[in-house]
């Protein structure tokens, strides 16, 4: 990372020798412009966006540790890397599940591996992790310590990759994310007999979520052998066996299960994101309850239709969800639009959070990283102490 960024920054003072004062606008330099993906709204809005963040940025006149949108580090959205991107994420993730965990196994014996303290924490700490005003924050930290162990941990060069949503929208199980080959993140579940897994609050037809082509083990593409050993400890499929610990972190080995499903899949067109950044107003609050659904409209949001295009065990677990390896790739979109969100009024925007929480309001993860200051995760740009410098292309 470090002589990357060095060579971009040495390169931007270069240009500004050579040309004077004048500074081309930061263009994000896709891969996709128009190939394979045409730029969808939200994307062409993130793009509009830059010029204004930018200038706040400028004002804020090195307060951000550094970080630039220059040098900052890209997460790409998973179908814009190459097949071998794509191959070193997918050894990087199976490395980390490889390794021992740190928490304690004689106290969570359903802990197989690293990457079982990350699903750990999200169990331990839901309640935490979710509460109003941690969500946007606390998620936007665990990411990013999980792009850090895949990194330092196991030698992974790249970034977290996101998933547009819009992209996958008509035909999820066919996208080069879940088509099951080997440079994908595995396929859909067997097909299962099930009702479908019934909501809370919603009505019909949204008071269920109809079973689709999957819902049993997912048997291709690299995660096809995965071990999935802590949970259940929300409710999920009707027939995941029940942990053998009251408390859900007992070993309760079991398949990885996936419900691919194009009904939630549905709700997550592009319009669905555009609409939720465009006319959730300027209170952080409306914005997140928009993107996390309100049953009085009957409306799914974009948090809760992604995550149950996955569905199954443990992604249809509140508590376990982050057991299957494509729950980064969501909250990472999650945090992309958080991100454009502030971004339409920065000086408004990044000094926001739900609930409004105290100055030494902090976010503690336990295994998984160090305990942060609330207030110090909300800008990707320089945040947690300068060590959040990334932004999503
Ligand atoms: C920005 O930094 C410069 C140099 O450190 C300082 O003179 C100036 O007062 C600062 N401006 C603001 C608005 O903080
Ligand atoms: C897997 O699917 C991707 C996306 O469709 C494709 O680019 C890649 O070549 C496929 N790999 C194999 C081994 O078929
Ligand atoms: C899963 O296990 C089977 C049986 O041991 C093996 O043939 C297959 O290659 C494994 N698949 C992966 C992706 O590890
Ligand atoms: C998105 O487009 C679909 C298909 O045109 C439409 O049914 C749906 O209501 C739209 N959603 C929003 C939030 O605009
Ligand atoms: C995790 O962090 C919280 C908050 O600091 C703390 O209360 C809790 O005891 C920690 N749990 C473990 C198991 O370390
Ligand atoms: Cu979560």
Redesign the pocket.
């Known amino acids: 990372m470090v002589p990357a960024c060095l060579a971009l920054l040495f390169s931007s003072v270069l240009i500004g020798v050579g040309a004077g004062p004048v500074k081309t606008p930061f263009s994000l330099n896709r891969r996709s412009d128009g190939f394979p993906y045409p730029l969808d709204d939200t994307d062409k809005l993130e793009e509009a966006s830059l010029a204004k963040f930018e200038a706040y940025l400028a004002k804020k006149n090195g307060t951000s540790h550094g970080c630039t949108l220059e040098n900052a580090v890209r997460r790409q959205e998973w179908h814009d890397l190459s097949v071998a991107q794509r191959e070193e994420y997918i050894r990087a993730v199976l490395c980390l599940q490889s390794l021992p965990p740190k928490a304690d196994k004689k106290k969570y014996p359903g802990l197989n591996n690293r990457y079982d303290d990350f699903v750990l924490t999200h169990e331990t700490q839901a309640f935490h992790l979710h509460s109003t005003p941690h969500l946007f924050p606390a998620h936007r930290l665990y990411i990013w310590a999980y792009e850090k162990a895949l990194r330092e941990e196991c030698g992974y060069t790249g970034y977290q990759p996101y998933w547009n949503w819009g992209r996958t929208a008509s035909d999820p199980a066919n996208s080069p994310l879940f088509n099951g080959n080997m440079s994908s993140m595995s396929g859909n579940g067997k097909k299962a007999d099930y009702p479908g897994v019934k909501t809370t609050g919603f009505q019909k037809p949204y008071d269920v979520i109809p079973p689709d082509q999957g819902g049993g083990c997912v048997t291709s593409g690299p995660f096809a052998n995965m071990t999935i050993s802590l949970g259940p400890i929300g409710g999920v499929l009707s027939d995941v066996p029940p942990n053998p610990q009251a408390d859900g972190f007992g070993a309760n080995p079991r398949c990885l299960r996936r419900d691919v499903n194009k009904f939630s899949s549905a709700q997550t067109?592009d319009?669905?994101t555009y609409?939720l950044i465009t006319t959730s107003g300027g209170d952080i609050n409306k914005f997140q309850q928009d993107m996390l659904g309100i049953p009085a409209q009957n409306n799914w949001g974009v948090h809760m239709a992604g995550h149950y295009t996955i569905g199954g065990d443990p992604g249809g677990d509140f508590f376990s969800s982050p057991g299957d390896p494509v729950f980064w790739f969501h909250h990472g979109m999650v945090d992309r639009i958080w991100w454009i969100w502030q971004m339409q009024d920065p000086e408004n925007r990044m000094n926001q959070l739900p609930e409004n929480p105290a100055k030494d309001d902090f976010v503690d993860l336990n295994w998984t990283a160090e305990r942060a200051d609330t207030w110090d995760l909300v800008d990707s740009i320089g945040g947690h102490k300068g060590a959040f410098c990334y932004i999503y292309v």
Do not use: D, E, I, V
């Open positions: 067109h319009n669905y609409s």
